[in-house]
């Protein structure tokens, strides 16, 4: 009851005067469940947000209402007891909830938590399609754990068979079990068991274990906790520990005493189950049996070869298909069926090319042909998924014995070789011989086959080093090694020679005095009066291009062309590449034996001069062009030139450079200076774009401002008169969306002008003039770097030339809604909380992590914990990668220290972590995600979302998009010449030059 005294009287209608009194209510009639809920989650009016009460709040066992009522009879029941507690742990932002649970209706089996820590397995023992029991109710939930059925089938995750045990084993023998001990219809599947305790104490040896007292439990007064597909006994004891903090009751259900269940329901979990819900779970269950059923029939369907040794035949130490025959038979089974059924679904197919007498054998593809390994079991009950057919394997069907009147070995040991042996000039064979076969039996077998006497014939290996080959013979002693222990593999070459005839020494000495490199040369002068024909041309690789030019010249009859001509090299990936500088050598210009060169009509570059291409923006129709230009030229001459080139009529151009792949890069604003200052090289390709840039001095940068939560001007000056704090400007997301801001205008300035002076012009352009900005601290200036903001300009007194601002940069304004002077040691960081049980995360949160302290793992995720009302222990956090689509975790654990080794007996310290520095690289509007290791505590390193798989796959198009660009301009280069795309040449070993700095 109030009590309403003092300043708070109560006026009374009957006397009109100010009287005490005392105010309250009372309860009419009780009902049978009680439920209250204890308003854990609340409103800060000061701070505008959300929080949690987790203060203590005890709540009793047994309350008696009677005290509460308006009236009681003496034959009403007014005792209640606790039967259930609903408790939230986490903040209001996201957490999780579980329940205590009293076992009214005694349907489960209580004994002692332990009070160790246990690990939950939930691995399944077999493939078997799992439903949930149709015993369904609110207490039929322990027995549906009981048989085996998650908690996740309640909410149509997955469900387990009712016949399946699930066990929660302690420290000692008894087992926790939710289990009926009434007799089962049926018998219990024991494959199907999983153990889910593991034990988390050993004692030491010599001593008994001492098992802990077990307390009398009442029937009836049993309490679990239901925590997803987590079932577990507990004491009444540990619900006082839920009276308060973070993890705390948020709900109290209470129940009459005298309510007591009919005898036939105890024990019963079917008693007085809906219909309407035993019909809906038995639909559930019949669709999880068809998904079931129908994803066990795709993850276990297998494709084989199967071959035939009537169509295959030994030759050259192999087995190889006999022309004119069919090679294989394409088979599609289901793993889980037995051998018998494969060797049935063969017969089928091919009954004809099985032999009576038949045995499978696994086969394989190596460089010389067919080879036959493990022979797989003859017992038919065998399931194929335990042998070792996979997709993909190939299976030999044949006798065991002979191919085409043939013996063949089988097994590992016997595995060919392909070799190559050279007998004469220009005799040769290429043939499998099994690596373990001895040398002396290789000498007789090559004996037969190059008709050289055995007593004559000597074999060497040839050996290249650095371009230069030599022959190694073989001594006496490696006779009795075989081909394995002597080191040969697959592709080696072999020399065979007759002894009365020739020596090794010979072929040495002619292999090394072959300096030359071959080039296929392909000419293009047809204005020459020659046609476009390509020939051979053998050169010593330190002779100069331009003799090499000459020799070309030579070899295709050509009198005069005009500027002297030039050679490109024609590169199957890239195209045409530049021209030579004439005065390098063949080997210092880059030139490989094999390389496809060009001549055409033209002048060479000289030592001084590089080759640019360029490309007109937006006008696209004009093709790519190409100068040649001086190193020493300023940027000024070399756009001049270009403009020339192109036939422009005005002078309103300026250059862009380009990466590799001829993305856009930084605009070369300097136009004084040098080509080689700016770091162009030859084969560099530049943009040509429409716009003069700002005169020396002076920078031109585009004004973008975020997009408003409130986008009425006059709105934002009263929330400013108000004084009301937050951000008007809303941030664009981590994601590039340009829709989020709006295009302001232009501005020139120079670049001696500070950052206030910036903020002063910005707010005098047309567009910001309705805008109320109180001063320059209410706006807060930010950079867009590929679609997506990251820097704050901070400094008033900095110039834009100390902020490294360029004609590049692009500027976005964001208007806040209170002063903002951050500092250098200040980081302005976009937190994301990950949703629990989803792959979403929450819209972010600014975060301005002070960093004159340090900036360590620990302390990030300590201000983080403190943001988002977590505790520090059960986080993670990690950095978002936006051009990648990928998440970097940030955690000290995983960081590898190098450095200097520690001695024996000092002491290790702690690696120090500086996240400013690689590999982190915290900066200016990085994204941070948050993840509750609550909910999902074996994926902490997993912070991807479906919009990251996304962009992942359009990575790989844009990669493959590039690559068949590359392709389309290298045919049109070649379609433009009347030649056709010569195919590409295998790939090659990286070459790294490094010069002698000693």
Known sequence: METMDGNNQYRCEGCAKLVNAKKGAKIRSLPQILTFSLLRFSFDFQKMERYKETGRFSFPMELDMGLFCESVSSMEDTSYELFSVVIHRGSTYGGHYHAYIRDVDNLGKWTHPDEDNFQLHSVPSDSKVQGLNLSFGLLQLAEDIAEGAPVEALYGMRAAHSDSDIRYAGVNEEKSNIKNDRPKGGASDSGSTTNVHQETQRKKKGKKKQERPVEPVVPGYCWFDFNDARVCSITSKQIERQFGGKESAYMLFYRKKSMHRPQEALGDPMYKVPVDLVQEVLLCNEELVKQREEYESVVNKITIKVLFGQNHQYIGGAVRPIVDTCDHMQLTLDRRKTMGELRVAILEQCCDLVPSVSCLHIAKQVPSGLHLYDQVLDDDSVIIQSTNICDGTLLFVWDGKQLQGTQIQIGHHCEPLLLTVSYGNPSQLSQGFAKNLTLGELSLLLSEQTGIGANRLRLGRISVKDGDSKVIPFKVADESSTLEELKLHDGDELIAQDSHISEFGHVLLSTNENKLWTFEVENRCKDCGSEAVATLVEVDKAVSVEELKAVIISKLYIEEIQDGGRIRVQDNNWGLQTPLHEQQSVESAGLKPGMKLVLEPGAAPLHNEITLSFSCVPSSDVPDKEICVSKTSTVQQCLGLMIEVAAFDNDDWHLRKTNWCREEGDVLDDLDATLEQCQLRDGDHLLLEAGKLPPKGFLKLPVFLAKCSRTDTTKMASQFRRGEQGTLGVSIPRTTDNS??????????????????????????????????????????????????TSVLRGHSQTLQRLKLTNSSQLCLQILQQEEDLRKNQVLLHIQQRVPETRTYTHYRELIWDISKGATPEMLRQVIADLVLLPVETIAIAKYLCDKYEWMPIDSSSFVRKGKKHQKNQKKSPPKINLRNSPYQIKDGDVIGVKDLTFDPLNTDDFSTPADDEGKALLILAAEEKRRRRKENQNRTNASDNSSPSSKRQEVGLTIKVGNFR
Not at 762 to 767: A, E, F
């Open 740 to 789: 989020r801001r709006v295009h302001v205008d232009s501005i020139i300035i120079a670049k001696t002008f500070t950052l206030a002076d910036l903020k002063l012009q910005i707010m005098t352009l047309p567009s910001m003039t309705d805008i109320a900005i109180p001063t320059l601290d209410f706006l807060r200036i930010r950079l867009i770097e590929n679609g997506r903001l």
